[in-house]
């Protein structure tokens, strides 16, 4: 089966480092996605993790761990547009699918 | 001009009737996808095409119909629409090396 677990909300304050985590248990994996979505809007990509270790963006950065089957969206210095939701997602390891958690609600506080 | 667009932006329509949504692509992407999205159970996908000739059921596909009219176009179908069809619908596309998917702007569908 399918399983994505991530913490429905978060808050954080201005200028802070949030750190927001996903567990997976997948039939198999292929990769895993970060998403971020402001309210009505559309999902925009953040990052792709497919081996293990930090990738870094700018204010982000995404950590993956195969064997833990865990991952982590860090971000930096936050900022009050930041406030949003944060979608973990695994890559189905037929290819093709992403099977997306329910996300992460974070709201950032001045 | 957006990569991904979908039509209608807004759409209310009443139990019964026949809907269709359609989305546009020029990101020159083979896969096409469509999910729906409700409050607290996240993005759950309906159905997905890997080129024009392939269509598959997604996890929630009973209710809904699609067509890939061309690579660029994949259209989704309510015969008959229902209240609980009520939800945002994101159509996405997305790069055969990494599936990394490109969402559009959503449409807002309310059934009374």
């Known amino acids: 089966g399918q399983n994505i677990d991530q913490p429905t909300e978060m808050t954080a304050t201005e200028g802070a480092i949030v750190q927001i985590n996903c567990t997976y248990q997948t039939s198999g994996f292929n990769g895993l996605f970060w998403y971020q979505q402001h309210a009505g809007e559309a999902p925009t990509f953040l990052s792709y993790?497919?081996?293990?270790g930090l990738e870094e963006k700018g204010r982000f950065s995404s950590f993956l761990s195969r064997s833990k089957g865990y991952s982590y969206l860090l971000l930096k210095e936050l900022q009050m547009k930041d406030s949003a939701s944060y979608l973990c997602a695994v890559r189905d390891h037929q290819g093709g699918k992403l099977i997306f958690g329910q996300g992460t609600e974070l709201s950032v506080k001045p | 001009d957006a990569d991904v667009t979908q039509t209608p932006r807004n759409r209310i329509t009443k139990t019964g009737k026949r809907i269709m949504l359609e989305c546009s692509q020029t990101?020159?992407?083979?896969?096409m996808y469509w999910y729906r999205q409700d409050p607290g159970l996240g993005l759950r996908l309906i159905y997905y095409?890997?080129?024009?000739?392939?269509?598959n059921k997604g996890e929630i596909s009973d209710g809904y119909s699609v067509s890939r009219q061309a690579q660029a176009k994949f259209s989704l179908s309510l015969e008959s629409a229902i209240p609980n069809q009520t939800a945002l619908y994101f159509c996405a596309t997305s790069e055969t090396s990494t599936d990394t998917q490109y969402f559009g702007p959503g449409t807002r569908l309310t059934v009374l």
């Open positions: 990101k020159g992407h083979d896969r």
């Open positions: 095409s890997f080129d024009v000739k392939d269509i």
């Open positions: 993790n497919v081996l293990d």
